[in-house]
């Protein structure tokens, strides 16, 4: 009979681990559940290993639920702690742990500062007397508008633990649709900064010798043009045109200014609602952009109703979580027209933001009753269509980044070695 590893909390909320036999994982949890163990992670032995957990020392008069500083509470956390949190909070609970019990337990074995000191408010919240929602609501920079409402249904629903599930499904979907967009952007910028780097390596400490050395051949007029653009960008790079400080170190500072000064522009309302117009009209990268807003607008609200948010509610959360004030607007005339008692597909229909399957599926959906069904169904469409697109792209970037690397080096090498094939040239005719 094989053997499981484990790792649960015993009644007092404290950890234990070790190995239990038994035909396979579900019988293997029942086993610790019979045993008034609460299984936190349950691994087939040589099959995987448990994850680590850290527990922090204790501190005096400080709570049981690993409650800390007020410095530990107001920062935010990473997406994937937060996803992390919520997944063994819904399997405590799940288990039949009381929430005051479940959030001491994950309090004692979170490294995480951050939320280890929240995941201690929050039990001092629920121990008060508010509810759980009302705690999470506390914490806007980690818990948003969709998380505590979510909550707030399952608590009115008495099935907190299966938003929480459905909370954790919808995180690491996101995530994994986060990492996939991410991870396509990453490859060209990394060999544009090679490229550059390289560029100005040769610009600063290759070109000026070879310069050097055609020095004696007469006038830069004999040189042939794309040697005399590379020697006078170096050239202008080198010298200095404010005090004893060379062009380059002002270009630097010019570039991190547009960064600095561009970046704050985005942050206003008219810089963000161009860099969001701009963004879905960039060739390929505009249509993976509306792919995935369209995959988070659909995941997001069918999340929600499925949940039992009201849909007005749920339209606003979405409206605020979209990611791009586009689809923000588009979202908005939905809930405008759903707010005078119209059809979800009416401003749909008008709006560019929506494919045409997309509103046929929602208006089949709304027909049926199945509406949070199937935009669940849209949203799992729209992520392999990501998932496709991105693959693709990557696959068209790698050739097409390789050869302008070379066409860049190329260039500057070719200026170097011109002026010498010339003077071989003629040596030989001599």
């Known amino acids: 009979m094989p053997q499981f590893q484990f790792t649960a909390a015993d009644a007092k909320g404290e950890q234990i681990s070790g190995t239990i036999e038994s035909a396979n994982e579900a019988e293997a949890i029942q086993q610790l559940r019979a045993q008034n163990y609460y299984p936190l992670q349950v691994v087939e032995a040589g099959k995987g290993k448990l994850a ?86 506390q914490h806007p920079k980690i818990f948003n508008k969709l998380y505590v409402n979510m909550v707030k249904a399952g608590e009115l629903g008495g099935v907190l633990e299966v938003v929480l599930v459905r909370l954790a499904e ?21 060999v544009m900064f090679i490229a550059v780097a390289i560029l100005v390596f040769l610009m600063l400490f290759i070109v000026p010798k070879f310069e050097a050395m055609f020095a004696d051949m007469g006038p830069g007029a004999d040189l042939p043009l794309i040697s005399r653009v590379v020697f006078g960008t170096s050239k202008f790079f080198l010298q200095p ?64 109703v499925t949940s039992g948010v009201p849909i007005l509610q749920a339209l606003n959360i979405t409206r605020d979580t979209a990611g791009n004030v586009v689809v923000s607007d588009a979202i908005d005339r939905v809930h405008e027209a759903v707010k005078e008692g119209e059809s979800i597909v009416s401003p749909m229909q008008t709006s560019p933001v929506f494919p045409s399957m997309v509103i046929s599926m929602v208006d089949v959906g709304e027909e049926t009753g199945q509406l949070p069904e199937m935009l669940l169904k849209v949203a799992d469409v729209y992520d392999d269509e990501v998932d496709s697109a991105v693959t693709a792209l990557t696959s068209i970037l790698e050739p097409i980044m390789i050869v302008v690397l070379a066409l860049v080096v190329g260039a500057v090498v070719f200026a170097l070695f011109l002026p010498l094939i010339k003077i071989i040239s003629e040596m030989g005719d001599q």
């Open 52 to 137: 680590a957990t850290k527990k922090p020392a204790a501190k005096k008069g400080k709570s049981s639920a690993g409650k800390g500083s007020k410095a530990t509470t107001g920062g935010r956390i990473k997406p994937k702690v937060l996803m992390i949190f919520t997944r063994q909070l819904a399997t405590l609970i799940d288990s039949g742990l009381p929430l005051l019990r479940g959030l001491t337990v994950l309090g004692k074995q979170e490294p995480n500062p951050v939320l280890q000191g929240t995941i201690g408010a929050l039990a001092d919240s629920v121990q008060g007397g508010s509810t759980f929602s009302e705690a999470l609501a």
């Open 170 to 190: 919808y995180q690491e979907k996101a995530h994994k649709l986060k990492n996939k967009i991410v991870s396509a952007m990453v490859y060209p910028v990394i």
């Open 241 to 304: 045109s404010i005090g004893i400080i060379p062009n380059i170190v002002w270009v630097f500072l010019l570039a991190v200014l547009v960064g600095v000064l561009g970046n704050a522009w985005g942050k206003t309302v008219k810089g963000r609602r161009s860099i969001d117009i701009a963004k879905l009209k960039l060739p390929i990268f505009g249509d993976i952009q509306r792919k995935s807003a369209i995959a988070r607008f659909s995941r997001t609200l069918g999340t929600l």
